[in-house]
């Protein structure tokens, strides 16, 4: 199972909310959630990836906190026809060869082998008990 990325994670959600906040304009964090569907941390997740972006101004307007793009993001418009799928990264196919032992390697093995003894049997324990 393919583990989801960081990228996959939050940069899905951002792009989510950077759709929301261009069609509707500076929003605080209650109407951009109704907008989008997501869950409140999942906008706080894509808004932290947002602002590390620099895509976005926070203004304070009383005790609420107003998220809006900023205006070189504002005057851009949203790609049409592509997905956020089609900007990730793609997985790379590693192709692993195996390469083979050498005289030295198989050598190495053989003597270590030798070493280990082989497991006594029943009958031999109990007569090593007994002897002693």
Known sequence: MKEPTVEAVFGVD???????LNKNGPSV???????????????????????????IAI???GRAMVFSLRE???????????????????????????VPPTKATKAKRTTKARKTKAPLKQSERTDEFLLH
Request: hydrophobic fraction near 35%.
């Open 72 to 98: 070189a993001e504002a005057l851009q418009k949203p790609f049409e026809g592509t997905t956020i799928g089609d900007s990730a990264p793609q997985e790379q196919i590693r192709i692993r060869t195996r």
């Open 14 to 20: 951002a792009g989510i909310v950077w759709e929301a």
């Open 29 to 55: 964090i209650g109407d951009i959630v109704k907008s989008t569907g997501l869950r409140r941390e999942l906008v706080y997740g894509a808004l932290g990836w947002l602002g590390r972006e620099n895509k």
């Open 59 to 61: 203004e304070r307007r």
